[in-house]
């Protein structure tokens, strides 16, 4: 987001992720840190008041946003809700301004936008001249615009295959193009910024398809994080270093011949394109709409100059590749922590014989990593049906290549060496030495590292001896009371068996060298089964410690403790803790 010029971020429509905070406060990005929903029912404002605790001395939040088009905000009932939550932000914090996500209504009264510090805009571009006439003091901005879709790597709009071309031609109904959105900002020095729809592309809302497609294509950036052309429109508008693309690619066999349109995208005075060696066009640059021509496709070379006042400040070329011959990966950094957290996205790529990337392969690719795991792999494809998850514990995936580009996530357990390899029919493979740094998390002492038994079943109880093999149903919340050791109760004639059941993994540490089960308290008589052998009788109806031993290994166990009260009215149960160490 920061490559593509972009200064801030909304958290649309939840509270983010501390981690992302923590990522923007690192990076200088600026957040508009967004509630949920307009309400003012008590567990609104106590979500509220937590977010705002949460993330206060975040310095980038810049911004609290209170809701999203929400059908109440021309209402009295609004106002009134939104009062109440400002309260509650301004409780906890008053040195931030409180602003909406607004999508309508904006002059109709009551109004939750007369409440607030900085009036939010979702697609209000006709709007803007008239509301800033009307209320030249209040502080305006676009917290959503644009909504354009595009496909990476598409030269033309395909409806039937759900894909889109990759050109900034398409958009919604209620939303613009990339450049026209932001020209309508730009060009209006009372509108303090805008928040497009959206950086990443994401699951769900395939707008303007529906299934099969399953993802949306909204984002600057695909679901991996591939640029689109939106993203080098994006740099354009918003870098000041000189900015130059071309798109699209110059790789299209069966297109010999026949027109495409080349957009230069520039942030300078003009651009000069060359076709093979030779001049096809002299382009002035729109500061909004770049530059633009019609080509006959030939293959070869397409080459552009960019000039800023009279000097060149930019060179960018495009070629035709050749068959993909190999694949190529490249890591986003060259070491990762061993604290067995810390993950790199490696960008996999079909090369052909000068090395230069295919930009039309969509080869089905195999991954194998060696001392490392896998947590996923993509391609960006919004259609794509094939699995994100890895295979064989992690060790394995495959995911096809979808124009040109795949990435697979890899995580370090621990370890002090990791590779890589991706192989696909027909291409030389590639091996990806990682490089792991030793490092260990930071860590506080545990007073007591116990494990604690806390979550156990008791069955109704029975005058007969119960069967100890009795399943408990998927929810069944009312036959089998959930229970927490801590506490007794009385026996008597109809209640002579009672028995309690826990199913249990073992830590780590204890799966690999045994450890004990301890129970700092058992009252009544009472048999003790683990996994179904009998491991301990206590006939003597006192409170007593009782100390078990737990085998060593992985597996799940089931601990069961079958009470025999005889009828009596004397205490059972688990008085105290059940831990194991």
């Known amino acids: 987001m920061k490559a593509m010029g972009a200064n801030a971020i909304r958290c649309a429509h939840n509270p983010p992720a501390a981690e992302l905070l923590d990522a923007a406060d690192r990076l200088g990005i600026m957040v508009m840190d967004e509630h949920r929903e307009l309400s003012a029912a008590s567990d609104t404002l106590d979500r509220l008041g937590w977010l705002v605790r949460r993330d206060r001395n975040h310095p980038s939040v810049i911004l609290w946003s209170l809701c999203n088009e929400e059908s109440l905000q021309s209402s009295a009932v609004g106002v009134a809700m939104i009062r109440r939550m400002k309260a ?28 607030l510090d900085v009036v939010g805009f979702n697609y209000g571009t006709a709007q803007y001249d008239r509301y800033h006439a009307t209320y030249p003091d209040r502080p305006l901005l676009s917290s959503e615009d644009t909504s354009a879709y595009m496909t990476r790597g598409v030269l033309r709009t395909d409806r039937v295959a759900h894909v889109l071309a990759d050109d900034d031609s398409e958009h919604t109904n209620w939303g613009l193009p990339h450049r026209a959105a932001w020209e309508a900002i730009a060009t209006r020095p009372f509108m303090a910024g805008a928040f ?30 591939f640029a689109k052309t939106a993203f080098h429109i994006r740099r354009a508008l918003w870098s000041h270093a000189p900015v130059l693309e071309l798109s699209p690619h110059w790789t299209w066999p069966g297109l010999e011949g026949q027109p495409i349109t080349v957009m230069a995208i520039a942030n300078a005075d003009r651009v000069v394109l060359r076709l093979n060696g030779r001049p096809v066009a002299d382009l002035p640059v729109d500061r909004f709409a770049m530059a633009s021509v019609t080509l006959p496709y030939a293959p070869g070379r397409l080459e552009a100059i960019a000039y800023r006042g009279g000097r060149a400040i930019a060179h960018r070329r495009v070629e035709t590749t050749g068959a993909a011959i190999a694949l190529r990966l490249t890591p986003d950094r060259e070491t990762l ?88 029919d027909g291409l030389a493979p590639a091996r990806l030495p990682i490089g792991i740094v030793p490092q260990t998390l930071p860590e506080v002492a545990v007073r007591d590292g116990r494990q604690s038994l806390t979550e156990w ?16 149903a998927d929810g069944d919340m009312n036959s089998w009371a959930w229970l927490k050791p ?21 830590r780590r540490n204890v799966a690999a060298t045994g450890g004990r089960i301890i129970f700092a308290a058992i009252a009544g008589p009472v048999r003790i089964w683990l996994d179904g052998r009998l491991v301990h009788t206590k006939t003597d109806p006192a409170t007593t410690r009782v100390i078990l031993p737990l085998p060593a290994g992985t597996r799940d166990h089931v601990l069961q403790l079958l009470f025999d009260t005889g009828g009596r009215a004397i205490p059972f149960g688990l008085a105290g803790t059940v831990t194991i160490a």
């Open 196 to 225: 497009v729809w959206t950086g990443f592309d994401y699951r769900g809302e395939p707008t303007p398809f529906a299934w099969p497609s399953v993802g949306a294509s909204f984002g600057a950036m695909d679901l991996c994080g």
């Open 337 to 424: 922590a061993g604290d067995g957290r810390d993950t790199v996205p490696v960008t996999v790529e079909a090369i052909d014989a000068k090395g230069r990337a295919v930009p039309i392969a969509q080869h089905a690719v195999r991954f194998r990593v060696d001392g490392g795991t896998i947590l996923g792999v993509g391609n960006g494809d919004p259609n794509s049906h094939e699995s994100d998850l890895p295979t064989n514990a992690g060790r394995t995936a495959a995911r096809r290549l979808f124009n040109g580009l795949a990435q697979v996530l890899v995580q370090s357990p621990g370890g002090l060496h990791m590779a890589l390899t991706v192989e696909a």
């Open 486 to 506: 801590g506490s007794t109760e009385s026996g008597n004639a109809d209640a002579r068996y009672i028995l309690f059941r826990v199913a249990f993994t073992p």
């Open 88 to 115: 509650v932000v301004r409780a906890l914090d008053d040195t931030r301004p409180i602003t909406a996500a607004l999508n309508g209504a904006m002059f109709a009264a009551p109004n939750i936008a007369d409440e």
């Open 457 to 472: 079943r008791q069955a109704p109880p029975s005058a007969t001896l119960p069967d100890l093999d009795r399943p408990i």
